[in-house]
């Protein structure tokens, strides 16, 4: 089982900025994938970022892309979100996921692995 606790939610306004933080149980060297997703209360979850250990790449929604920034420390186990220029829909739930198994990807919330608990972004003025 591994344990991925975020950190760096809270309240900011628009076009502020946010960094999120998770921390791994397990070496985020050896996952496959590690992401973030959010949900507003109501609505579907969304995929805002992803970061593919071994190719180094990343993907992101298209609704941050510009914006949001993710990568990985693995000297740290640390996943982190940077987010730029955040806009009231930006507000969520954020929650940290990882797959360690090889091919399974990050992509979509009915094949990860392992999630966080989340984290609460608002943006409000």
């Known amino acids: 089982q591994v344990q991925l606790v975020e950190s760096g939610g809270g309240s900011v306004q628009p076009g502020g900025s946010l960094r999120l933080s998770c921390a791994a149980s397990r070496p985020t060297s050896s996952s496959f994938c590690m992401g973030w997703f959010r949900q507003v209360t109501g609505k579907e979850r969304e995929r805002v970022a992803s970061i593919y250990t071994l190719a180094a790449s990343t993907a992101y929604a298209d609704s941050v892309k510009g914006r949001f920034t993710i990568s990985q420390d693995n000297a740290k186990n640390t996943l982190v979100l940077i987010m730029n220029s955040l806009k009231p829909e930006d507000a969520a739930m954020y929650y940290c996921?990882?797959?360690?198994?090889?091919?399974?990807?990050?992509?979509?919330?009915?094949?990860?692995?392992?999630w966080g608990q989340g984290t609460q972004v608002t943006v409000s003025s």
């Open positions: 996921v990882a797959n360690f198994r090889v091919g399974k990807d990050c992509a979509t919330g009915s094949s990860i692995e392992y």
